[in-house]
């Protein structure tokens, strides 16, 4: 189950590759755990 919104903001997150985004994400409790672990090799 994912929401329009969450994708747009996970996209946007990719975008813009800022670490400090990557790193509050996991934080706050990542939506989609390997996908920020993706994001993650991918910096």
């Known amino acids: 189950m994912f929401d329009p919104e969450d994708e747009s903001a996970f996209e ?12 509050e994400q996991m934080y706050n409790g990542p939506i989609f755990p390997e996908e920020v672990e993706v994001t993650h090799e991918s910096r």
């Open 12 to 23: 946007d997150e990719s975008f813009k590759p800022l670490p400090d985004d990557i790193i």
